[in-house]
Nanobody, 122 residues
Framework: QVQLVESGGGLVQAGGSLRLSCAAS????????MGWYRQAPGKQRELVAT???????NYADSVKGRFAISRNNARNTVALQMNSLKPEDTAVYYC????????????????WGQGTQVTVSS
């Protein structure tokens, strides 16, 4: 069994900052890419940022220069530092990870967290 648990969402005023964290636990052999996605009401889920095991990052154009993704491979965690938040950043943020389990090391599978609400007021 593998779980991703997010924390750190909340309500913040425009221009403020929030930090999201996600911890993966369970029968984990290895984790490749980890990332954050978001889904606003009435919209499709979209990529926010990803980071590989080696630390290579990728960001949506809408968050470049404002958000920073990081990870701790020893602790199986990923974080998203969000600065200069805008009302359009309001969404449920989901942690995502490509994980190989101890009982299935040849096959990676995508796991999702339960989501954490981020609300930015104007």
């Amino acid at each position: 069994q593998v779980q991703l648990v997010e924390s750190g969402g909340g309500l913040v005023q425009a221009g403020g900052s929030l930090r999201l964290s996600c911890a993966a636990s369970g029968s984990i052999f290895s984790i490749n890419t980890m990332g954050w996605y978001r889904q606003a009401p009435g919209k499709q889920r979209e990529l926010v940022a990803t980071i590989t095991y080696a630390g290579m990052t990728n960001y949506a154009d809408s968050v470049k220069g404002r958000f920073a993704i990081s990870r701790n491979n020893a602790r199986n965690t990923v974080a998203l530092q969000m600065n200069s938040l805008k009302p359009e950043d309001t969404a449920v943020y989901y942690c995502n990870a490509d994980i190989r389990r101890v009982d299935s090391i040849r096959v990676g599978r995508e796991y999702w967290g339960q989501g954490t609400q981020v609300t930015v007021s104007s």
